[in-house]
Each structure stands twice: as C-alpha cells, then as structure tokens.
C-alpha cells in the first residue's frame, strides 16, 4: 500500500473516526436525552418529578428552576413523563439493527469501500437532520439514519482491517481503533460540562463537521483485494 505509509494513515484515520464518532452517538444518549430538573417547591428531583407528571402542564411548567439543553426540553410539550424520549433514543439502535442487515449486503456485492460510502453517507444524512430538526419526527428519522449508517461501519472497519493488513500489524490496528471508542465516550461527556446555551444542538453541529471531513477521506480508501478477487477483479 505503499513504502511511505500515507495510505495507513488515511484508512486509520477513517477507521479511527468510525469507532471516535460511533461513541458520540450511541453513548452520547445519556446525555443528548438529559432530564434532570430542579423544582421550586422540592428538594428532592424524585419528588419534583413525581409532581411534573401527575400534575397538568399549567401548574408544574412555572416552578421548574433549571433543566439542562437537552432534546427533552427542546419542544413543547417536554417530553418528561411519556414514553416519548425512549422511543426517540431507541431510534439510533433499531437504525443500527437494519443496517446489519443492509450494509453488509452492499458490502458483499458491490464492495466494502462502496458500502462504507454509503454508510456513511446515510450517517451524514441523519446527523444533518438531527441538527436542524424542529420537531420530534426529524429527530427520531434523524437517529433512525445516523444509527442505521454509523454502527454497520464499524463492521466495516474490521473488513478493511482483516483484508488489508498482514500479521501483526492487524493486531495493532484492531486495538488501536477501539481506543477510540474509549476517547469518544469521554470527550461525549466533557462536551456536555458547560451549561446555558452550550447543549446538544452545538454538540451536534460539532459531530457533523467531523463527519463531513470522514466523508472526504473515505474517497482514499481501497477495495480490498479480497472482495477484487472474489469477483475476479
């Protein structure tokens, strides 16, 4: 692949991304759907939630003090006491389990840097979605898409891995992109520190412009030369 090794930093650079980003959306679920509250009238955020759901919207809505920038309180009514957030978190998984199904297909019959691409592509699509969604159905087809192209590619990682790279240095790649997964769940979290007008919306806006320069380096992947000579290429 090359004496210089310009291709191993560009393919690592993807796969890298792939798990780095992964985390934020997957794992970033905590804190994108973050429905803590403090109330006037209780010490206590048990019994301050307790009081928001068993009372209409009038009487608890005025005596809640603070509450994070979340997508629980991005649309009236909040999404506090339905079952409205775990279904929008389900989203980004169900995404997840038809792209197993989907992806790997592509992947087989047409390639794995085309499904990749792809895969991506979609990602894209739902992340954009998620940052301009002004209401809750864009928000569920947002996961939905970013779940759907985001988890398959981590497969797709472990292809390119297998395929491309010879003995132990399989070994050091495999590890090294998983350490990313590990740098994405605490980066997730520390984005989430400050508060005011710094919420998910930003953190979202900073996610997708680290997707649309992945984009770009997906166009230096290579086929694998198993997949070419599978289909006699």
């Known amino acids: 692949m090359g004496g210089e090794g310009k291709y191993q930093l560009k393919s690592f650079f993807v796969m890298a991304s792939t798990w780095?980003?992964?985390a934020w959306l997957l794992l970033g679920i905590a804190f994108f759907f973050d429905d803590s509250i403090t109330c006037d009238k209780f010490d206590d955020q048990k019994a301050c939630m307790n009081f928001v759901c068993d009372s209409p919207v009038e009487e608890w809505k005025s005596i809640i003090t603070s509450h994070p920038n979340s997508i629980v309180?991005?649309?009236?009514?909040y999404l506090l006491c339905d079952s409205t957030s775990t279904i929008l978190q389900s989203m980004v998984f169900v995404g997840s389990l038809v792209g197993f199904f989907i992806i790997p297909f592509i992947a087989d019959n047409l390639g794995r840097k085309i499904a990749m691409q792809i895969s991506w592509a979609i990602?894209?699509?739902g992340v954009f979605l998620l940052v301009i969604a002004n209401?809750?159905?864009l928000i569920a087809i947002g996961y939905l898409l970013a779940g759907l192209g985001s988890n398959p590619a981590i497969t797709l990682c472990f292809s390119f891995i297998n395929e491309q790279c010879l003995y132990k240095s399989r070994q050091r790649y495999g590890v090294f992109v998983q350490i990313f997964l590990a740098l994405g769940e605490s980066t997730i979290a520390l984005m989430f520190i400050p508060q005011g007008d710094w919420g998910w919306r930003w953190v979202m806006g900073i996610l997708l412009a680290f997707v649309i320069v992945v984009n770009g380096f997906l166009f230096y992947l290579l086929e694998t030369p198993k997949f070419l000579f599978s289909k006699n290429k």
């Open 20 to 22: 780095f980003l992964t």
């Open 73 to 77: 309180f991005e649309f009236e009514p």
């Open 123 to 125: 990602c894209t699509i």
């Open 135 to 137: 209401s809750v159905a």
